[in-house]
Structures are given as C-alpha cells and as structure tokens.
C-alpha cells in the first residue's frame, strides 16, 4: 500500500506554551520589576491571564489602575531581568523534544514564530534545543519589523522565507490570539491543550483541532 504524503511541510511554532514551560521565569521576572516600582506582585496563575498578546499588554495589566503610566518602567525591568533569568526553570514541555525530532525526520522544516520579544526567542531556543537551536530553520520573534500576532505579517513573512505555501503551512498555538493569528494568516492552526489556557477554552474559541500532548500531533498530522 502507497504511504500518504504528508501536507505539511512546514510546522510553525508559539512558544511560550506551547513549545515550553516558561511559566515560571516570566512571573519571577515581572515581580522583580514591579517590586522596584512598589507595586503589588502577581501569582503565576495571575501572570498567565496576562501574558501572550505582547510585553506590553502584560505591563500595562500588570501596573496599578491609578498608576497607568508606570508601565514603561515595568517593562524595562522585566525586559533587563528577564534577559538574564528567561531559563532559570524554563524547560520544553514533555514529548516535545521527541515530537519535534520526529517532525524533523519526516522531512519537516520547523520555525517558531512568537510574540515574544526576539533576542530572548532565540537565546531561549539556543539554550535549550542544542545545537545552538539547529532543530529550527527560523526563529522569529516581536520586533520593530512587524507587528505583533494576531497580525499575520510576522507568520507570513517567516513563510515565504522559508518558500512554503500557506497550504504546506501548519501553526501550533495555546491561546486564542495564536488561533486568529494562524486563520489570519490563511493557516490551518492546532491548538496545544496543554498550554496557558487549557484545552476547553481553545475549543470554545473556535479551536478546529486540538491535541492534549505533543506526540498527538504525529498522530493526526496526515489528517488535517
């Protein structure tokens, strides 16, 4: 029997959530920055219903409603100490590495692309995937270039760099701005259950497809 295949010739990546537990490290860095300022700190519970639409969006919910203008404050510092901390307990999510490995080996090109700020992208993919982030022929994240997601621009440049079409283009994301970011761009999207806002709201979000843990996605790759 003829194997199928596969459609997919490029897997696009989140990060934070998706790719890895960076959890942790994002709270610790923000307290640290609002604790400079005086202001009250945040659980990691508290920071998860902040973080993933931009750094900006995260500082300016984190500062105090009567102090609105603080937030470019918090930012600097969250941006200096998080650059020195990003993988204090940052980690991939289990199945992950071995997931990504197995894309690969079908002849699968991998890139990341994420809101999250760019040097700190690939400092954390270098990190953590060696070779020196080999594993992945593109690591792009936010900055002066190009918008942040849901905007399609970054995903979409990031795409044509790599001379794929939209319909060999799969994105994997954990939050609903992932979602839009991957139907704006004109990709079919899964969404990681996993994640920072769990596999109900995802689907409740208008999720097509969903998977509860990284090697799911070997399983129903050739599917979608």
């Known amino acids: 029997m003829e194997q ?9 990546f989140d990060l934070d959530g998706t790719i890895c537990n960076t959890l942790s490290d994002i709270a610790s860095s923000l307290n640290r920055a609002l604790k400079k300022q005086g202001f009250p700190t945040f659980s990691d519970d ?22 609105p203008e603080a937030w470019t404050d918090v930012r600097d510092g969250f ?3 998080y650059a020195e901390h990003l993988c204090d307990t ?5 199945e992950m590495p071995e997931m990504l490995l197995a894309l690969k080996a ?13 040097p700190h992208a690939k400092k954390m993919i270098r990190t953590l995937f060696p070779p020196e982030g ?36 799969l994105y994997l994301g954990d939050m609903d701005v992932d979602l839009q ?20 709201f995802l689907k409740e979000s208008g999720a097509k497809h969903v998977i509860s843990h990284p090697l799911e996605l070997l399983e129903i790759i050739d599917k979608l």
């Open 4 to 12: 199928k295949t596969n459609t997919f010739r490029l897997v696009a």
């Open 46 to 67: 508290g920071v998860s219903g902040i973080i993933g639409k931009s750094i900006v969006y995260m500082c300016k919910h984190a500062v105090p409603a009567d102090r």
């Open 79 to 81: 941006l200096k100490d």
């Open 90 to 94: 940052t980690v991939p999510y289990p």
């Open 106 to 118: 079908r002849g699968i090109t991998l890139a990341v692309v994420t809101n999250k700020p760019d």
């Open 134 to 169: 080999a594993l992945f022929a593109c690591v792009q994240g936010q900055c002066a270039d190009y918008p942040v997601k849901p905007d399609p621009t970054m995903l979409n440049v990031v795409r044509e760099r790599l001379g794929f079409s939209r319909e060999e283009t």
């Open 181 to 200: 970011f991957a139907k704006n761009a004109g990709l079919k999207c899964v969404g990681c259950g996993w994640g920072y806002r769990g596999e109900a």
